[in-house]
């Protein structure tokens, strides 16, 4: 059945099959112009946020760029979602109800035939999490999961701030992890070339603008900073030390840094000074750090 069609979103008038379970669905795109969206302030992660506007209220993009299949919960961007690789489609179908029961244990009353919410839009990016799991490593499945990460962590912080004391706080904690476990992840199987970055791929972080690879050397090692080891010293200095190196190479990768967004720069040299402070290092300049 086709969902119905809102001020923010329409469902396409062509079904979609899912390559999975072969199931037929409509899916969901987000409308754009005429004042949807009113941009406002850039978060230290990088996340665009967006004022409310008179006649549509409360717009969250993050909410569409995942497709889901409303049966067997199959998730990916859309770039990827037809062409998964035929050998890992009865290993996703393996994992059907896997992906349910663990949405199951956090999330209640999700439905991807109508319109999606908040909630399906925690869901969608947790479900494309689990899924890039079983990609090849050609599609660049590891920053495809951080990413979805840590939109996941913002949907459930936006969550909390509607619903409070339903854990949603806790759940985006859980998720910053994530995407820092994935984020560091990902740049240590390019620097040793097990899995290269997907050319394809835009990493935002967010949709509004692409940082590239600047913008994963900076959201590692901001999460890293912020969600790293903390109970052991020691491995809270190295966690530190490497969040350093990795801010640091945004300095003196690719073009001048005079080039670059003022947005990636003034907050890298930020949060390397703090990091910097909390190693008890003064006088510190990431365009000369050559640790």
């Not at 062409?83 to 999700?110: C, F, S, Y």
């Not at 035939?113 to 999490?129: D, I």
């Not at 097990?194 to 990493?203: E, M, N, R, T, V």
């Amino acid at each position: 059945m086709q969902g119905e069609s809102t001020d923010v979103s329409f469902f396409s008038k062509t079904p979609t099959e899912c390559p999975v379970c072969s199931t037929k669905f409509y899916r969901e795109e987000m409308r754009t112009g005429r004042g949807r969206l009113i941009a406002g302030k850039l978060t230290r992660e990088l996340r665009r946020t967006y004022e409310p506007s008179k006649k549509y209220g409360d717009v969250f993009p993050l909410v569409y760029p995942v497709v889901v299949c409303p049966s067997c919960y199959y998730a990916a961007y859309s770039h990827d979602f037809l062409i998964v690789p035929t050998d890992r489609r009865q290993q996703l179908h393996n994992d059907m109800q896997q992906r349910i029961d663990a949405l199951a244990e956090v999330l209640h009353g999700i439905d991807f035939t109508r319109p999606r919410g908040l909630k399906e839009g925690l869901a969608s990016h947790v479900l494309a999490m689990m899924c890039y799991d079983r990609f090849p490593k050609e599609f660049g499945p590891t920053i495809k999961q951080g990413v979805s990460c840590l939109r996941a962590a913002w949907i459930a912080g936006d969550l909390d701030v509607r619903e409070p004391g339903k854990n949603y706080d806790k759940l985006a904690a859980i998720f910053y992890r994530k995407a820092r476990f994935f984020y560091a992840l990902a740049i240590e199987q390019e620097q040793n070339g097990s899995q290269a970055l997907p050319a394809d791929f835009p990493p935002g972080p967010d949709l509004d603008k692409n940082y590239g690879y600047d913008g994963i050397l900076y959201i590692a090692g901001l999460l890293d900073w912020l969600y790293g080891p903390r109970k052991d010293p020691q491995k809270r200095r190295l966690a530190l030390a490497r969040s350093k190196r990795s801010i640091a190479r945004i300095f003196g990768m690719g073009r001048a840094s005079k080039d670059k967004p003022a947005a990636i720069l003034d907050n890298a040299r930020d949060v390397y000074e703090e990091i910097a402070r909390e190693l008890g290092l003064e006088n510190v300049d990431p365009e000369q750090d050559n640790e």
